[in-house]
């Protein structure tokens, strides 16, 4: 039996096993996966030991993904983007990972905005933290000429743009308004929006009739944002797609197989979610 897991700190809140399990069942592997609470200070040890607890590999998540960052002999791009990693495997003695947000984001926007690259020159992006580094790598790497970063804390949003000198412009929250009609694509990767937290309070007046509205925020599944997105015609994406999307390379490397992101799943897991 081939076994995975997830390791966070607390882990019991996370919704990977149910996308995992779902997998597992569709393709008939004799497999598991799991969740287990790693202590802060436990990762590199935890990682290291993946061999001998018969494990193939492992998702990570808060607040333990920048501390696999550091433990792994060799990491992808996206990893090194944002200097964190959320999917680990083992390659020999090796310890791989990769930050599958970004595939999963971009993945997420091909499927539900088909030729959206083509058609998108200004991007902007609402929030700079731990996502909004992945999404802005992903959105330089598919060679969108305008990223703008607008976040609260003014200083992250620079952080941001610091990494990528030609491509991006930091701008201050209060700037929103003025430049809200620039963009093509409008991304939120804060945290508002989200169940518990305040609204975003963002109106969307100025924003152009073909501009693509985006949510990564997927509880609930339909925010405010998209909503209200919706209501003026926009086209919109919304964040659950991100976060099947982001599963599957995991499940790749430790399964043998790549599973297909379908609606039945997508149906799962928002059933899960509206059960909150
Ligand atoms: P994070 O690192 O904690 O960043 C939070 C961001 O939200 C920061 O930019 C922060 O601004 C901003 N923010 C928080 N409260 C705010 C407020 N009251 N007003 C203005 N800005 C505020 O979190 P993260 O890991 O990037 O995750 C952000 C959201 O994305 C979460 O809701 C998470 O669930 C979701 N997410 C979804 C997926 C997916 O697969 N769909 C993947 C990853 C994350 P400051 O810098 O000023 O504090």
Same mark, same amino acid.
């Given at each position: ?23 597992? $069942? ?13 202590? +802060? ?15 193939? #590999? ?18 992808? +791009? ?13 390659? #020999? ?20 905005? +088909? ?13 700079? #933290? #731990? ?24 200083? $992250? ?50 924003? $152009? ?49 790549? +599973? ?17």
């Amino acid at each position: 039996m081939i076994r995975a897991c997830c390791i966070g700190w607390p882990v019991t809140h996370v919704r990977s096993p149910l996308i995992h399990g779902f997998w597992l $069942k569709r393709y008939g592997i004799d497999g598991a996966y799991g969740r287990e609470a790693v202590e +802060p200070g436990g990762v590199a040890d935890f990682l290291r030991s993946l061999g001998d607890r018969g494990l193939a #590999g492992c998702n990570v998540t808060i607040p333990h993904k920048e501390a696999a960052f550091a433990a792994m002999d060799e990491v992808d +791009p996206g990893a090194v983007a944002v200097g964190a990693v959320n999917t680990v495997w083992r390659d #020999g003695g090796r310890l791989v990972g990769m930050n599958s947000d970004v595939v999963g984001f971009l993945k997420n926007l091909d499927h539900q905005a +088909p030729g959206w690259d083509r058609e998108v020159g200004n991007a902007l992006v609402l929030g700079a #933290g #731990g996502a909004a580094r992945g999404i802005v790598h992903g959105l330089v790497s598919r060679g969108i000429p305008v990223v703008t970063v607008a976040n609260r804390s003014l200083s $992250k949003a620079e952080a941001i743009a610091a990494g990528h000198p030609r491509a991006i412009r930091a701008v201050a929250w209060d700037d929103l308004p003025r430049l809200l009609g620039d963009a093509d694509l409008l991304v939120n990767t804060t945290s508002l929006g989200m169940v518990g937290q305040p609204r975003l309070d963002l109106p969307l007046d100025g924003l $152009k009739p073909s501009a693509i509205v985006s949510d990564i925020v997927y509880v609930p599944l339909e925010t405010d944002l998209l909503v209200r997105a919706a209501a003026r015609g926009h086209r919109t994406v919304e964040g659950l797609g991100m976060l099947l999307h982001q599963a599957v390379p995991g499940f790749a490397r430790w399964f043998g197989i790549t +599973p297909e992101v379908t609606a039945e799943l997508h149906a799962h897991l928002a059933a899960d979610i509206r059960g909150h």
